[in-house]
């Protein structure tokens, strides 16, 4: 068989291989940067265990109280941007299939996405649009999420060497992604351009603009907290430059230790101390996930109850 056949071939494998097992490869990224980070601690170790122990309860009381309301307040940006593609589904469904959803981002944020779409088409078919425009209907949280990324990235040029152009370069990138966006919800009607409605008018974009500059402001207060709480001399900025690592680590399949990795990324002087605190953001998120999927379940499982003028004696 000639070599461009056998290559040919072996590409084809490669690129489908993430696709059928995104479990593995989201386990096999975890086992590289869980080594990366051993390699990273070595001889900061003893420090990394006495930060992880020294936190106070009630900053990670803080910190996980600030993630619940931070999946509350995602959840119903999500919620306004469904409504806006037509969807019926009620909050005491979505909310619950956004719950799986969170559980599903420890492992890997596609995976997450597709665990929350995958729940809510279950939970209500005729309500919910369908998963093309479901997914769609992410695009506008994302576009400003990166949007409010880039505005902050100045705060990585010192720990990334980043150049210092950076930062308008890519605000202006993602508004003209933003505007285009925009040209597309008011041309496009149909098929999964469906998920885009919620930029077609002011009042739709000012409400998922001011949801998700709320929920960057609670994780950025959340980091904070923790890294104070351990033990790093941290600023605001500080704080927001590992909102922006994690965001931007957590695309690849990196698992639960994205945290860890980001913290040692910015405050790569501080070694032991600052993946304690990523680990502890970690943890307090899962706990976060877990007790709002326990609500979630307690919404879903909630019968709505007649009203008395309806109710037989």
């Known amino acids: 068989m000639p070599g461009a056949v056998i290559a040919s071939r072996a590409l084809r494998a490669l ?16 086992l590289v940067v869980v080594a990366a980070l051993a390699v990273a601690l070595a001889g900061d170790y003893g420090e990394f265990i006495q930060a992880f122990h020294a ?15 931070w999946l509350a307040v995602r959840s119903e940006t999500w919620s306004a941007c469904v409504r806006s593609a037509g969807g019926t589904v009620a909050r005491r469904r979505l909310y ?3 719950s799986v959803g969170y559980l599903g981002n420890l492992l890997n944020g596609q995976f997450g996405l597709a665990a929350r779409i995958a729940a ?17 209907s992410e695009v506008p949280i994302v576009v400003v ?8 990235s100045f705060t990585l040029i010192g720990p990334l060497g980043l150049p210092s152009w950076f930062p308008i370069v890519g605000l202006a990138a993602a508004l003209a992604v933003g505007a285009a966006l925009r040209a ?29 500059v709320f929920a960057v402001c609670l994780q950025i207060a959340r980091n904070w907290f923790v890294l104070n709480g351990v033990g790093v001399e941290a600023s605001v900025f500080d704080a927001t430059a590992l909102l922006i690592a994690i965001a931007a680590l957590g695309v690849l399949p990196v698992g639960p230790s994205v945290g860890a990795a980001s913290a040692v990324i910015v ?17 307090t998120a899962a706990g976060a996930a877990l007790a709002f999927a326990a609500v979630g379940l307690a919404m879903g499982m909630r019968r709505v109850q007649p009203s008395p003028a309806l109710a037989g004696p």
């Open 184 to 212: 597309v919800a008011r041309n496009r009607r149909e098929g999964a351009w469906r998920g885009l409605a919620v930029l077609r008018g002011m009042s739709g974009r000012n409400r998922v603009v001011a949801l998700v």
């Open 55 to 69: 936190a106070p309860v009630w900053i990670l009381a803080a910190a996980g109280a600030l993630q619940l309301v």
């Open 120 to 136: 809510l088409r279950r939970a209500d078919p005729h309500a919910s649009p369908p998963a093309s425009v479901l997914l769609t």
């Open 267 to 283: 405050f790569g002087t501080d070694t032991g101390a600052a993946a304690a605190a990523g680990a502890l953001l970690t943890a």
């Open 96 to 98: 619950p299939a956004a």
């Open 145 to 152: 999420e990166v949007a409010l990324a880039a505005l902050m």
């Open 15 to 30: 690129k489908g291989f993430p696709s059928r097992h995104p479990t593995g490869v989201t386990i096999a990224g975890a």
